[in-house]
T-cell receptor, first 112, second 120 residues
């Protein structure tokens, strides 16, 4: 039973436009949500996070939005750059930080 | 920044043999490391939590006798796939808790690059 879902396996966006990556979760006990970015042949790297007490967190070109009632979060990248092309994973954690539940990833392709 | 090194990146072995995968934190100490497994187009599935100096904690459905985990030091955890079979072929990735995100307070994981195991 997958508790974190990324229903779009891939996304293609033109350079300079906005990229929106979506993530849904089922467990209302999740408190923290993180986005990881993964290039081929490398491990995922931490990108941005958000706590359930917030509905938005912004870091440069990256903004994460959280809609707790809908159990939905999204990552916005604007403007998108070709170097942003990677696989993006969302992850969720509850009180026990030993448990990070990951989505299946969305492969973003930013076209020049 | 924090780096986690995982070795080997690729391994091919015959059915029935054992394979060891190493996970090292290069510039920080990790009392806890995590082992994940990823099937194609699926999520990273937590297999076990590796605790330095004590037994690993396995997730439900993970055979602890097949996937032996040893956390011998604060910088090294190993995963041994014993008597490997073709169904064990997968992508295995380790991570360590590196720091606490200043904004959310969430523990941030640093990942190794993963190991692709192919059992013939």
């Amino acid at each position: 039973d997958q508790q974190v879902k990324q229903n779009s396996p891939s996304l293609s966006v033109q350079e300079g436009r906005i990229s929106i990556l979506n993530c849904d979760y089922t467990n209302s006990m999740f408190d923290y949500f993180l986005w990881y970015k993964k290039y081929p042949a490398e491990g995922p790297t931490f990108l941005i996070s958000i706590s359930s007490i917030k509905d938005k967190n912004e870091d440069g070109r990256f903004t994460v939005f959280l809609n707790k009632s809908a159990k939905h979060l999204s990552l916005h990248i604007v403007p998108s750059q070709p170097g942003d092309s990677a696989v993006y994973f969302c992850a969720a954690s509850g009180d026990n930080f030993n448990k990070f539940y990951f989505g299946s990833g969305t492969k973003l392709n930013v076209k020049p | 920044g924090a780096v986690v090194s995982q070795h080997p990146s690729r391994v091919i072995c015959k059915s029935g043999t054992s394979v060891k995968i190493e996970c090292r934190s290069l510039d920080f100490q990790a009392t806890t490391m995590f082992w994940y497994r990823q099937f194609p187009k699926q999520s990273l599935m937590l297999m076990a939590t590796s605790n330095e100096g004590s037994k690993a904690t396995y997730e439900q459905g993970v055979e602890k006798d097949k996937f032996l985990i040893n956390h011998a030091s604060l910088t090294l955890s190993t995963l041994t796939v014993t008597s490997a079979h073709p169904e064990d072929s997968s992508f295995y990735i380790c991570s360590a808790r590196d720091r606490t995100d200043a904004f959310s307070g969430a523990n941030v994981l640093t990942f190794g690059a993963g190991s692709r195991l192919t059992v013939l």
